[in-house]
């Protein structure tokens, strides 16, 4: 056994050779129990770097850097393009496979401004060589076909095939990706101030693509850019895990048999300073019917110091979250204060995947004039602060976030490895010290001792890099509720401008080359080039689930769930509270009554004092609304949960403030009400288009189930209107406002309603518990009211116009609950059918950049949904014909074998400490035991072709008369959709008018 606690004691020592590399260093970081080795390939002058822990979820990820020299996207297109297939795995799309007969916990690939990493990781040793070796092989050797280059970059076609006659349109999955990030407002924002700041560097150029410029990218550049940059000279390799460094060498060497050390120029050079400030002024999309008034987004953007300059980038990042990362923050407060605008742009902040440090200050939802006055408050801010310095116990929360957040194992959405990965980076590319930024508590004691030696250094470097800091430009984006269609009209001339131009005989090369490649993207790879990747068996699957440690007892008579896990000193508290009986017409204020407790002040201090204690005591504190059925679909649980966490020695403060903040929170101060109310609303609100699937599927799982009625009453365009509302009509109905969330808060917070979750090791456990007492004596206790009436669903085929130049389409069914004998299989199904039909028709021939199938046992929803997508009748077609091609088409067992491991992979997803303790208190609410999720892997690993097929005849033949649609999309698409459906979507407009 291994102790969790300390760093692994080193296999090699610097100076050492080993299987022709060279170890250049060995340095131990206790402080996230690493031990990293930095090492040289001596024949290519690759770099490699392992970070070598007791982690058992080994990651692998190869990086080079891919500076851009013009917009095409083509890094981006690269990207995509490498994992369609190389000499040794020639099939059309080894990522997709990869993902389906591996047990990989993650797999991807990124790119970035100035670099591309491609990182896998497992948790099991022979599934993490298989895809290192494979991933290494396509990204050094990739096949580069002219067909892969057409499909996910761009392509001429008619928009009817064969038909000559209709309109000529350009397609391509990078391009339609693009399309979609040119409809965001974030991105086009973040996108001009990036292009002025660096105009004389790669960044002034977007290594995604312009897609108008994507298509001027020619099949030569394509080829040439993978010969130039993608070479062992110009690659880092960076590891992290329980694997040995030698083990790890020995692989690599293989790999880079072969190659030479070859001459690269791939240095990305700094932006030259600028001495005259710039304005820059553009416009980004809107809603046709959306009012233009306080829409405008003001920001000021510097370019600061060097990534490789430590000392200066961490005061920067410091200064950065003393300036804007919390409600105390003296900048954040006065743009919001001013009245001018509703709150901070969510590009505010600093930016450190660029060479030189970006920070960025502005105000969402203002009014162009009010630019310069914008501009004159935040350096009039930024003088006061130089003279008057930074109030210490700001500073002092800032440096216990960077503890806590250095300790932290975080295992959310992408392996720990990845966070590790991405610090690395931001100094490795531009030649620096890789490990800088992974020595958490040599950086807060490299601070605390500057600061001592200079207790103004935090003013001084503020008035060297911001106050008198020239490099810097003043960005104004106004809405514009013709900028989709104005795209659309000049795209439209310049397509028939570019068809009138064109001879029959060209027109019809066209033609024959779009069919051609149709006629490649339906062909089946053959069994032998499938068979080259190498894949698990069902043999070696682990045949246990993994449990959860779980200890129920009583405090007080409260029930308490108690998880000992190794945490690193950490504990994490949730406080679940029930909301089944919380009455229909107060159930919409629960998101908004959630933010508001948590970000007002408490206990007589102002929201700006708490929100400081709360730096300085906890790593977070947050609310989530939870819904689901139970194991046997008998009921449906609502619980609205407060989680907090906090190192062992701040545990008592900590649970303090909880009770300060539950027990006695104060909701006067209505200018600060309205402020979070605004925020969760301009939140909501930006979240759309780039989550339009998960909107479109909350929409339409509103008709079937409890919980997804709930779901999207709390978190989708329900909710949004509601909020909107609620901004709206603020001054005039605060009062009544207040009154919902007092009564709200009396019928939440009582002792009766009330579970609580501990995780963290035994003396955590502990101090949490003889602290709990004090907040539970705060609570009332009250009888429990009765369970209240459901509200009634309704069905639902609904057309939501958004401005965007791409649709989201969702077509969900209801289904069983967990225990149903056909919930295995149903998971199954949803992998079979995203990795194969879905796959093929919606992404690789319908041009979408997503068409996925997902199965929620716990919403009772099966739902297909497909993400920037240029069509909407074709896409619900594809969708109703499921059942159809499934009764048509034999699922072989190769396949079967396949959508069985990748449903464990999804299954058996690590999760960090914090997660799995989460988890168990889900499973402990549903009812879900043990047993039972035996049964549910037990029935995944011995599923058949047969069985899935019965279930899919049964189920989905019956189930799709319950159908319910939901399409987020531009209004003259929508129209255009209902022109052609004997159906109508039932169109509805979301934003405010
Ligand atoms: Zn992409």
Redesign the pocket.
């Known amino acids: 056994m291994s102790d969790q606690s300390k760093s692994p004691r080193p296999t090699l020592q610097a100076g050492e050779e080993l299987h022709g590399f060279r170890v250049l260093r060995v340095e131990t970081l206790p402080g996230i129990r690493v031990t990293a080795y930095e090492i040289e390939h001596k024949k290519t002058g690759a770099k490699v770097l392992h970070l070598h822990s007791f982690d058992r979820e080994n990651l692998y990820a190869i990086g080079f850097r891919t500076p851009p020299y013009d917009s095409t996207g083509l890094p981006?297109i690269l990207?995509?393009s490498v994992l369609a297939g190389s000499e040794k795995y020639p099939l059309k799309d080894v990522f997709k496979e990869l993902m389906r007969s591996t047990l990989q916990t993650f797999i991807n690939a990124f790119?970035y401004p100035d670099k591309t990493i491609y990182p896998v990781a497992s948790q099991i040793k022979t599934d993490f060589f298989n895809l290192a070796r494979v991933y290494t092989d396509l990204v050094l050797h990739p096949r580069m076909l002219k067909e892969t280059f057409l499909q996910e970059g761009h392509h001429l076609e008619f928009s009817k095939p064969d038909d000559l006659s209709s309109d000529l349109i350009i397609s391509g999955?990078?391009y339609n990706?693009m399309k979609g990030a040119y409809s965001s407002p974030d991105s086009l924002i973040f996108k001009a101030l990036q292009e002025n700041l660096y105009p004389d560097s790669v960044y002034a150029f977007d290594s995604?693509g312009d897609p108008d410029v994507i298509p001027t990218l020619t099949y030569e550049q394509f080829r040439e850019f993978h010969r130039t940059y993608y070479s062992p000279s110009n690659a880092r390799f960076f590891m992290y895990g329980d694997i040995t460094t030698p083990e790890h060498l020995l692989f690599l060497s293989e790999m880079l048999a072969g190659f030479k050390r070859v001459k690269i120029n791939s240095s990305i050079k700094s932006q030259k300073r600028i001495k005259t400030p710039l304005v820059i002024r553009g416009t980004y999309p809107i809603g046709r019917d959306e009012s233009l008034q306080h829409k405008t987004m003001v920001n000021i953007a510097w370019m600061t110091s060097d990534n490789t300059d430590y000392e200066t980038s961490l005061v920067l990042e410091i200064i950065s979250a003393l300036l804007v990362g919390s409600s105390a923050s003296p900048l954040r407060k006065a743009l919001i204060d001013s009245g001018m605008g509703e709150d901070l742009t969510p590009v505010s902040g600093i930016e450190a995947d660029l060479k030189q440090l970006m920070f960025c200050a502005g105000l969402r939802n203002t009014q162009s004039s009010d630019a310069q006055k914008i501009e004159q408050l935040i350096f009039d801010t930024l003088r006061d602060i130089v003279a008057n310095g930074y109030d210490n116990e700001l500073i002092e929360g800032v440096l216990h976030q960077i503890e806590f957040h250095g300790k932290e194992i975080v295992r959310g959405s992408y392996p720990y490895g990845i966070s590790l990965m991405g610090n690395v980076f931001q100094t490795w590319l531009y030649d620096g010290d890789p490990l800088i930024g992974l020595d958490f508590p040599g950086a807060i004691e490299n601070i605390r001792r500057r600061w001592t030696d200079d207790p103004q250094i935090f003013q001084k470097m503020t008035k060297q890099w911001f106050v008198d800091n020239r490099h810097r430009v003043l960005s104004i984006m106004e809405p514009d509720a013709d900028f989709n269609d104005k795209k659309e009209k000049s795209y439209r001339e310049k397509m028939a401008n570019l068809k009138s131009s064109l001879s029959v005989n060209e027109l019809a090369q066209i033609n024959v080359q779009a069919k051609e490649l149709k006629k490649f993207q339906s062909e089946q790879d053959s069994p032998e080039a499938a068979a080259t990747i190498p894949k698990l068996k069902i043999e070696d699957i682990p045949k246990a689930i993994d449990t959860i440690p779980s200890q129920h007892s009583l405090i007080t008579e409260v029930p308490v769930l108690e998880h000992d896990i190794f945490t690193n000193d950490i504990a994490y508290v949730d406080l679940a509270f029930d909301i089944t009986h919380v009455p229909e017409e107060l159930q919409p204020y629960l998101p908004l009554m959630g933010k508001i407790i948590t970000g007002m002040g408490a206990a007589g201090l102002t929201y700006e004092e708490m929100d400081k204690r709360i730096a300085l005591t906890m790593g977070g504190f947050g609310y989530d609304l939870v819904t689901g059925l139970s194991a046997n679909a008998g009921k449906s649980l609502q619980k609205m949960i407060f989680s907090f966490k906090a190192l062992y020695r701040n545990l008592p403060d900590a649970i303090n403030i909880v009770s300060d903040i539950i027990g006695d929170g104060d909701l006067s101060n209505e200018a600060r009400m309205r402020d979070l109310i605004s925020e969760r609303k301009n939140n909501l609100q930006s979240a759309i288009v780039p989550s339009g699937h998960i909107f479109a599927k909350m929409a339409a799982g509103a008709a079937l189930t409890l919980p997804a009625y709930r779901d999207e009453q709390w978190h989708g365009r329900t909710q949004l209107k509601f909020v909107q509302n609620t901004a709206n009509n603020f001054n005039s109905s605060k009062q009544e406002f207040r009154a919902k969330l007092d009564s709200l808060r009396k019928i939440l917070f009582n002792r009766n309603n009330l579970v609580i979750n501990l995780t963290a090791e035994a003396d955590g456990l502990k101090i949490a518990k003889e602290n709990i007492i004090r907040f539970l004596d705060k609570l009332p206790t009250t009888s429990k009211a009765k369970t209240k009436a459901e509200p009634s669903l309704s069905s639902v085929f609904a057309g939501i116009s958004i401005p965007a130049q791409v649709s989201y389409v969702a077509y969900v069914l209801k289904t069983p609950a967990f225990t149903d004998p056909a919930c295995p299989l149903l998971m199954i199904a949803a992998k079979e059918m995203s990795n194969n039909y879905l796959y093929k028709y919606i992404r690789v021939q319908g041009g979408a950049?997503g068409g996925m199938s997902s199965f929620d046992p716990s919403l009772g929803i099966f739902s297909f949904l497909s993400y920037r997508d240029p069509h909407i009748v074709e896409t619900l077609k594809i969708f109703n014909d499921v059942q159809d091609f499934y009764s048509r088409n034999e699922i072989s067992s190769t396949e079967m074998e396949k959508a069985i491991i990748s449903t464990i992979g999804m299954i058996d997803k690590p999760v960090g400490p914090a997660g799995r303790g989460y988890t168990s208190l889900m499973r402990s609410f549903a009812g879900i035991t043990d047993n039972m999720r035996q049964k549910f892997r037990d029935d995944i690993l011995s599923a058949t072709p047969l069985k899935l097929k019965d279930v899919l005849v049964d189920y989905f033949s019956n189930a799709s008369k319950s159908a319910a649609v939901a399409v987020y999309s531009a209004p003259e698409k929508l129209d255009e959709a209902n022109n052609r459906m004997e159906e109508k979507l039932h169109i509805e407009n979301i934003f405010d008018t």
């Open positions: 981006h990207e995509h790119t999955i990078v990706e995604g950049y």
